[in-house]
T-cell receptor, first 111, second 113 residues
Framework: GDSVTQMEGPVTLSEEAFLTINCTYTATGYPSLFWYVQYPGEGLQLLLKATKADDKGSNKGFEATYRKETTSFHLEKGSVQVSDSAVYFCALYSSASKIIFGSGTRLSIRP | DSGVTQTPKHLITATGQRVTLRCSPRSGDLSVYWYQQSLDQGLQFLIQYYNGEERAKGNILERFSAQQFPDLHSELNLSSLELGDSALYFC????????????FGSGTRLTVV
């Protein structure tokens, strides 16, 4: 069945460092891909999305490119801030399975 | 504020009891989804309703049930509660197409003692 695998955390970086959180997927067809972010004590918020191959989703300085050839959707940010500390979830939607989520990656940013 | 309202925010109850979680979707959204988030299972899809009708079922236990009312709010009923049911329960809504992504509420934290 469809699945999402993302790098295990926690990930700890210093402020202004470059961030990459890896995400790969297994799915039939061409699923839409998402990154969601969960701040402490809150629900999940849609961060960005891409609906077809080679699309780049971007928001708040975060980017992810839909790579069909490598079945990947890695999240990147050039310079992280303390306020980016949160749990990040990679997710996919396919007509067969609705939206399914990866296990989440906890990100902590040191001042 | 995401526009999806969940009540209550916290709930503490004893094993064997029954509870009802409530969700009001964002204005204009017809679909409601319920997810369970626990430390060991991650985010698990439970069930989806669209405009009052059940649309999809995920890993929902027989002890759990849900419905969506004509005003589009939804309730998740959990009965014969066990310690392992302690988790965060999230409701999400969308206009209809899952491909566009969901808007999540802030969740109900259920603790079974």
């Amino acid at each position: 069945g469809d699945s999402v695998t993302q790098m295990e955390g926690p990930v700890t970086l210093s402020e202004e460092a470059f961030l990459t959180i890896n995400c790969t997927y297994t799915a039939t067809g061409y699923p839409s891909l998402f990154w969601y972010v969960q701040y402490p004590g809150e629900g999940l918020q849609l961060l960005l999305k891409a609906t077809k191959a080679d699309d780049k989703g971007s928001n708040k300085g975060f980017e992810a490119t839909y790579r069909k050839e490598t079945t990947s959707f890695h999240l990147e940010k050039g310079s992280v801030q303390v306020s980016d500390s949160a749990v990040y979830f990679c997710a996919l939607y396919s007509s067969a399975s609705k939206i399914i989520f990866g296990s989440g990656t906890r990100l902590s940013i040191r001042p | 504020d995401s526009g999806v309202t969940q009540t209550p925010k916290h709930l503490i109850t004893a094993t064997g009891q029954r509870v009802t979680l409530r969700c009001s979707p964002r204005s204009g959204d017809l679909s409601v989804y319920w997810y369970q988030q626990s430390l060991d299972q991650g985010l698990q899809f439970l069930i989806q309703y669209y405009n009052g009708e059940e649309r999809a079922k995920g890993n929902i236990l027989e002890r759990f049930s849900a419905q969506q009312f004509p005003d589009l709010h939804s309730e998740l009923n959990l009965s014969s509660l066990e310690l392992g049911d302690s988790a965060l329960y999230f409701c999400a809504s969308s206009v209809g197409g899952d491909w566009s992504g969901y808007t999540f509420g802030s969740g109900t934290r259920l603790t079974v003692v």
